[in-house]
């Protein structure tokens, strides 16, 4: 199974700056179609894990435009570029190359 | 807009079998080749487990480390998809999801969820 490794584990941000979560797998989620197989996904305290962006760097339907996706094989970063009160909850990512679905430990983001 | 919704014992003795329904409303469960209806799981406290997901068509991917103990199937006329995990231990206590997987090529996501059944296993 790909091993998805998430960093940092929990992140505190004053609202107003910038936030970066890192995550990484154990195979390349490239595709032969050149797609890169890797989701985030946002759980907000007591809610069920809900998409923000898909294949690496396409936002989902409704998602602000302060989340950002980037990367590529096996390096992946999903960026807030202003942390907002409603952003508080664990955020993980997930790979979907492989059948066997994989998610990262997740990321707790805290609000100072 | 679709929804689904767990159903089933919230509290289940060792050694039995837990017993998971979710039912879909607002679509429909065989309505495209690329939907794969699945199960994601997280004990208290910690993070999410893929359990599998199965295809209307009776095509299934399971989580290899529960595959012995799992069964999933569709009911499309009744709209349901159902989870049994035998053999059951007190990890086995988690809130389980039910959610939609689109699978198609440009896709490779969990798009719908439920909102969540907690299933304790404690005698």
């Known amino acids: 199974d790909i091993v998805m490794t998430q960093s940092p584990l929990s992140l505190s941000v004053t609202p107003g700056e910038p936030a970066s979560i890192s995550c990484r797998s154990s195979?390349?989620?490239?595709?032969?179609?050149?797609?890169?197989?890797l989701d985030w996904y946002l759980q907000k305290p007591g809610q069920s894990p809900q998409l923000l962006i898909y294949l690496g760097s396409n936002r989902a339907s409704g998602v602000a435009d302060r989340f950002s996706g980037s990367g590529s094989g096996t390096d992946f970063t999903l960026k807030i570029s202003r942390v907002e009160a409603e952003d508080v909850g664990v955020y993980y990512c997930m790979q979907a190359l492989q059948t066997t679905i994989t998610f990262g430990q997740g990321t707790r983001l805290e609000i100072k | 807009q679709l929804q689904l919704q767990e159903s089933g014992p919230g509290l289940v003795k060792p050694s039995e079998t837990l017993s998971l329904t979710c039912t879909v409303s607002?679509?429909?469960?065989?309505?495209?080749?690329?939907?794969?209806w699945g199960w994601i799981r997280q004990p208290p406290g910690k993070g999410l487990e893929w359990i599998g997901y199965?295809?209307?068509?009776?095509?299934?991917f399971y989580n290899s480390s529960l595959k012995s103990r799992l069964t999933m199937s569709v009911d499309t006329s009744k709209k349901e998809v159902s989870l049994r995990l035998s053999a059951v231990t007190a990890a086995d206590t988690a809130v389980y999801y039910c959610a939609r997987y689109d699978g198609s090529v440009s896709q490779g996501v969990f798009d719908y969820w439920g909102q969540g059944a907690l299933v304790t296993v404690s005698s």
């Open positions: 199965m295809h209307s068509s009776g095509n299934a």
């Open positions: 607002g679509g429909f469960i065989s309505s495209n080749y690329y939907y794969y």
């Open positions: 195979q390349s989620l490239l595709n032969s179609y050149g797609y890169n197989y």
